[in-house]
């Protein structure tokens, strides 16, 4: 299929924007055939629009940050690996020493860290053997497609998304080898499809978000469209008022809503380029209209209710499975940040104790499934589980951070080193009734998703006595589960030197936090072993 993007809608190419020319006077897959030239000529000598932008295609980014150790962004579609995968993975960042290391992302995924471009082609060689992919995974394309991380294992789930996720990405990636009638719509683009009862992957926040929904009768998903976050703008999705069964319809909506948006989306302006501008300038029934025009076929209308019904679970300790005798172990991974050994040491776990099979979260945890009743006590004694702790204390539990300022060059401060080094502090000081979900993210662009959180921070500079200084803007109100609403922002401008106060007395008046008696100690906890420098 060839991409016709209307450029009557887009406008002459004199309005385009500097990413639409350099896409219409090179697609960036196309990079994929010269990665052996790069290799060996070396980043330095690369085109810069194909080092910086192009070969983010292929899920390369050049970091500024870090000239020459490059990020690698996978696609693990519904988070789930095999500890073969894991082992993979583990074994490419391992000759990197200090700079090889992996990050689970919000979008319960994994981001290499420290890879050289000279190793990109036998990196792909081995993880292409290990049935793994990169491929699409940064700028104008659809993002790793989430999915309950429980799906499959949970007894209360509605529709074991596994499946449909992995056709979803095959149908969007080519099977994994790039497909270039979806790698240039005019923005990235977000799908989730939720299986269970508690929105565990964050519906209202994805361009297209399936969830699960009965319509006279019959089990199958409510659409949502047009859910984003940017620095100009964030909304959360609303209903296409359309219903489809679990089965290829799936895959044919997400085709037909996907050509509408790369054929009529705006491109001129790249901050008013996601598909919520589309529905806005259309309204929803123009956009309805043309969505049933590429589907082939009427869509059914919504169900009037959906079957998100519980509230948020975090997965995190030991839970048993819809199997008799199995359960599944959630990990508590600080941060979401993974040396070589973890991988290793999580790889081993996996077929030891379990069936082989890791799961990823968008909390940036880990999920062992599938381990039975018999082997859990020597499973808890493992000495991997006293740093990716399954009680971790109630602020470093839910606590969940973008990359910020150690490797991403929009980060205007750090955060996870600062993020973990906050929440054990004030896990120290105050006992908590409940875990209260923070979330920091570096900028503007909300990869951590603070609107989502109990307390969401956002990094931003302050000026203080005279200096400008590393602060955030505090957002609250976030609720997640079923009755997700996106918070907003309540304070601004908080040194993060004095930040540490600002939230003691946050958690206190808003959360129940008390502070401890003499003694009183927090159980769990985390470290990070990567120092930022
Ligand atoms: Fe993000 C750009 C990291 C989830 C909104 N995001 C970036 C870049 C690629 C910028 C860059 O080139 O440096 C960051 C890479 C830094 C690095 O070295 O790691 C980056 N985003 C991340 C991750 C790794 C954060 C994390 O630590 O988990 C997440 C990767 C997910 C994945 O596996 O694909 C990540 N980003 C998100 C999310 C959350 C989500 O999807 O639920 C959002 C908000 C939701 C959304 O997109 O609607 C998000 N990222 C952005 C934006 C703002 C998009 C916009 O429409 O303006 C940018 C900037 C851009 O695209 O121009 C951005
Ligand atoms: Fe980078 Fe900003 Fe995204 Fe954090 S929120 S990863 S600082 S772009």
């Known amino acids: 299929m060839t991409p016709s993007i209307d450029m009557a809608n887009a406008t002459t190419a004199a309005k385009l924007n500097k990413f639409e020319q350099f896409k219409a006077e090179k697609d960036g897959l196309l990079v994929k055939h ?11 000598a690369v085109d810069d629009t194909d080092l910086t932008h192009r070969l983010k295609w ?3 980014f050049f970091r500024p940050v870090t000239p020459g150790k490059f990020m690698l962004r996978l696609r693990l579609p519904n988070g789930v690996l095999t500890g073969y995968k894991a082992r993979t993975l583990a074994d490419i960042i391992q000759r990197y020493g200090e700079d090889g290391s992996a990050d689970i992302t919000t979008r319960q995924n994994l981001q290499l860290r420290g890879i050289l471009l000279e190793d990109i082609p036998d990196i792909f060689r081995r993880m292409q053997a290990a049935g793994l992919t990169s491929i699409q995974s940064g700028m104008d394309n659809v993002r790793n497609i989430t999915g309950s991380p429980v799906a499959g294992l949970d007894a209360d789930e509605l529709i074991d998304t596994q499946g449909l996720v992995r056709k979803v990405q095959d149908m969007i990636t080519g099977n994994g080898t790039g497909n270039p009638a979806f790698s240039n719509l005019p923005r990235k683009f977000n799908i989730a499809i939720e299986g269970g009862r508690d929105n565990s992957i964050h519906a209202e926040i994805n361009d297209i978000a399936f969830v699960p929904a009965y319509r006279d009768g019959q089990l199958g998903f409510n659409v949502l469209v047009g859910g984003f976050f940017s620095a100009r703008r964030c909304e959360a999705a609303i209903p296409l008022n359309a219903w489809v069964a679990p089965d290829d319809s799936v895959l044919e909506l997400c085709r037909a809503i996907l050509e509408v948006y790369r054929d009529h989306g705006p491109r001129v302006n790249r901050q008013k380029a996601r ?18 025009v590429a589907y082939g076929q009427p869509l059914p209308t919504a169900a009037a209710q959906d079957e998100m019904d519980w509230d948020k679970r975090d997965h995190i300790g030991v839970h048993p499975q819809k199997q008799v005798g199995l359960n599944y172990v959630g990990l508590h991974i600080p941060v979401g940040r993974l040396q070589a050994s973890d991988l290793f040491d999580l790889a081993r776990l996996a077929e030891v104790y379990g069936s082989g099979e890791l799961r990823l979260t968008v909390e940036q945890n880990v999920i062992l499934p599938n381990v039975p009743d018999s082997r859990l006590p020597v499973l808890l004694q493992e000495p991997l589980l006293e740093r990716f702790s ?12 973008c990359t910020g300022a150690q490797f991403c060059n929009f980060a205007l401060v750090e955060t996870k080193q600062r993020a973990l080094a906050l929440a054990l502090a004030l896990d120290a000081e105050l006992a908590l009734p409940q875990p209260v979900r923070i979330h920091w993210t570096g900028c503007p662009n909300s990869c951590g998703q603070p609107q989502v959180a109990d307390i969401g921070l956002m990094g931003t500079k302050v000026r203080k006595e005279g200096k400008t200084v590393e602060g955030v803007d505090i957002f609250m109100g976030g609720q997640v589960g079923k009755e997700a609403h996106l918070g907003e922002k309540v304070q601004q401008g908080i040194p993060c030197e004095d930040l540490h106060g600002v939230l003691r007395s946050l958690l206190i008046e808003n959360f129940g936090a008390r502070l401890r008696q003499p003694g009183e100690e927090a159980v769990g906890g985390g470290t990070l072993r990567v120092v930022v420098e």
């Open 34 to 44: 010269e990665l052996e030239q790069f290799a060996q000529m070396g980043w330095e």
């Open 58 to 60: 292929l899920g390369i």
């Open 275 to 292: 598909l919520m501008w589309l529905i806005d300038d259309w309204g929803l029934d123009r956009f309805r209209a043309a969505v049933e």
């Open 390 to 401: 399954i009680t971790p204390s109630a602020l470093t539990r839910s606590l969940v951070s």
